[in-house]
């Protein structure tokens, strides 16, 4: 099989979930001997944009990387029809297609696409909400299978976004709300469509059991997307109280906590260390409201300990509930009950730590998960263009 992953950003420390979902599907392909390219941009950062990386050809833990420069972005426009589409929840048509031009492109990278692109099986193209996986698609079409990261936003519900997932030549959701979402809320109608999942290591180190518990920790972007304004505030509103809690943060992004006894920064940080860190906490939080996975809840679930996730939330909730693997809050007091739940019954919190393990084991190691993209492949490889369900 000989793959190319189109992604806008991709490097080791590059923080991001799309990110994070194409380098491990490359290097576990890579690993299992497909042929597998990346082409991405010279970009480290999805606000900047500047080409940090050089371009051309690099091998990055056996995967081929072809970097190419950004060569247009029109930030001050964008910004204004970002401002509309957050404040009207959607753009006229021309204000769509004004949208996707004035976002980060690479002009090199496009010539590429439609130059290569009959050479491999497939191309792999994520997310949506980047326009430039929109170009990239629309290089060829035929070719293209979208993974699109779907969430409940703005983004979501523009004619565009139909148009995209309607015309690759299939879609694969990372669960079974996204395909909902996409297919029964939104009511588009990919060609072919399936759902795959995104795979997770499971840590190899010696991860300690007996720690005291009391920590909390957040890992990801650090966003008002994620929500993590909201678990600053409910953990220092806790904290002064005097709850016994204190939020370990991994991660980098614009809104990081505040100085204050109440949390601990540590920015990006190995996975080694993010696995020891997990493992010796009372509960991994992650308060998302717009996933479409989460790679965070399944890392927590490697290590062996509950998360404690947002209500309103339909993926991670599905997630927790599928596996007993933690709680859910909708509110500051809930959010409060859960955390001294967890601590009053430890036995059960670590019960729910072990059911998250197994899930993950079962369904989400990259071995299985490839297995599953192999069997999609094939199916529809072997339909004859209409409307293919895996």
């Not at 004619?159 to 029964?184: D, K, Y």
Request: proline share 5%; hydrophobic share 45%.
């Amino acid at each position: 099989m000989r793959l190319a992953v189109i992604v806008h950003r991709y490097s080791e420390d590059v923080a991001g979930g799309a990110e994070k979902l194409a380098r491990g599907f490359a290097e576990a392909a890579a690993q299992r001997g497909w042929a597998i390219e990346v082409w991405t941009t010279c970009a480290r950062s999805h606000y900047a944009w500047e080409n940090v990386f050089p371009a051309g050809a690099i091998e990055i833990n056996r995967v081929l990387v072809r970097r190419f420069p950004v060569t247009h972005w029109d930030h001050f426009y964008r910004a204004q029809l970002e401002f509309r589409l957050n404040l009207l929840g959607t753009l006229p048509f021309d204000e769509q297609l004004a949208w996707l031009e004035t976002g980060a492109h690479s002009a090199p990278l496009y010539q590429h696409i439609r130059a290569h692109a009959s050479e491999f099986d497939a191309l792999i193209v994520l997310p949506y909400a980047m326009p430039l996986a929109h170009y990239a698609a629309w290089c060829a079409p035929n070719r293209a299978i979208v993974l699109p990261c779907l969430h409940d936003e703005p983004y979501a519900y523009l004619q565009i976004t139909r148009l995209l997932m309607e015309n690759a030549r299939g879609v694969i959701f990372n669960s079974p709300e996204e395909r909902a979402l996409a297919l029964c809320k939104l009511k588009i109608q990919p060609r072919r469509f399936a759902v795959m999942g995104a795979g997770v290591e499971l840590p190899t180190l010696d991860l300690p059991r007996d720690a005291s518990r009391r920590d909390l920790v957040y890992v990801g972007r650090l966003e008002h997307g994620k929500n993590t304004h909201l678990l600053y505030h409910y953990v220092q509103r806790y904290f002064e109280s005097g709850g016994d809690i204190r939020l370990i943060v991994l991660g980098d992004g614009p809104v990081r906590p505040p100085a204050h006894p109440a949390f601990e920064y540590r920015g990006f940080v190995s996975e080694a260390d993010k696995a020891r860190a997990c493992a010796a906490a009372l509960a991994i939080c992650q308060p998302s409201v717009n996933e479409s996975f989460s790679f965070t809840i399944m890392e927590a679930w490697a290590s062996h300990r509950p998360v404690l996730v947002h209500h309103d939330c339909a993926v991670t909730q599905a997630q927790v509930r599928r596996c007993d693997g933690g709680l859910w809050f909708r509110d500051y007091e809930e959010f409060v009950g859960a955390l001294e739940w967890l601590a009053r019954y430890p036995e059960r919190a670590n019960r729910m730590g072990r059911n998250g393990a197994e899930f993950v084991r079962a369904n989400f190691t990259w071995d299985v998960v490839l297995n599953r993209f192999a069997r999609i492949f094939a199916e529809w490889q072997n339909s004859n263009g209409e409307a293919m369900r895996a």
